[in-house]
């Protein structure tokens, strides 16, 4: 029986040790072998961004422009991706949900103060490794978002009990 890493966690895991010795470093085969899965699901997310499928996720979307960017393909989609996802984001300084993301399309507000959580475990890493090289334009839209999301990583308050949430944030806020 095969255990393999989520797709997203191993991505977080191929960016966060690519600058590190080859003894921590994921070798060139094993990292090829989960671009190559993680692409499928990246395009099914580019074509809900095109339609602005009601069930879109703003994680998937950061997920997927990882992908595309650690593969180093599609950088002309990535400031769309990144524009959708700015509107899935609370920019009201007078809400409770300011900063944070909306999980899904369809909803109306933010549901659910973890989005901003899981967003930026894929937004954090690619801004570290591929900002320079991304689009002008995409640079200055998901620098605004990502702005705009350590406030609301600073607003959720997560209790320490609630471990896996309490200890991304605190990544996320590191990494950014």
Do not use: K
Not at 74 to 102: C, I, K, T
Not at 115 to 140: E, G, Y
Request: hydrophobic fraction near 45%; charged fraction near 25%.
């Amino acid at each position: 029986m095969s255990h393999r890493l989520p797709t997203c966690a191993a991505l977080v895991l191929i960016t966060l040790t690519a600058g590190c010795s080859p003894a921590f470093a994921q070798d060139g085969a094993a990292r090829d072998e989960i671009l190559e899965n993680a692409l499928p699901g990246a395009e099914r997310t580019w074509t809900a961004v095109e339609r602005l499928d009601r069930e879109l996720s703003s994680r998937g979307i950061y997920e997927a422009a990882l992908i595309y960017c650690e593969a180093g393909v599609h950088h002309d989609r990535l400031q769309r991706m990144f524009e959708v996802a700015a509107r899935m984001q609370d920019r009201d300084p007078d809400s409770r949900g300011y900063g944070n993301f909306r999980w899904r399309w369809r909803e109306g507000a933010v549901m659910d103060f973890n989005a901003v959580d899981f967003c930026m475990q894929a937004a954090a890493p690619l801004w570290i490794r591929h900002a320079d090289d991304l689009p002008a334009d995409a640079r200055a839209v998901l620098a605004e978002t990502i702005d705009f999301a350590i406030e609301g990583l600073l607003r959720h308050r997560v209790p320490p009990s609630y471990t896996n949430i309490a200890l991304m944030n605190a990544g996320n806020l590191i990494m950014l």
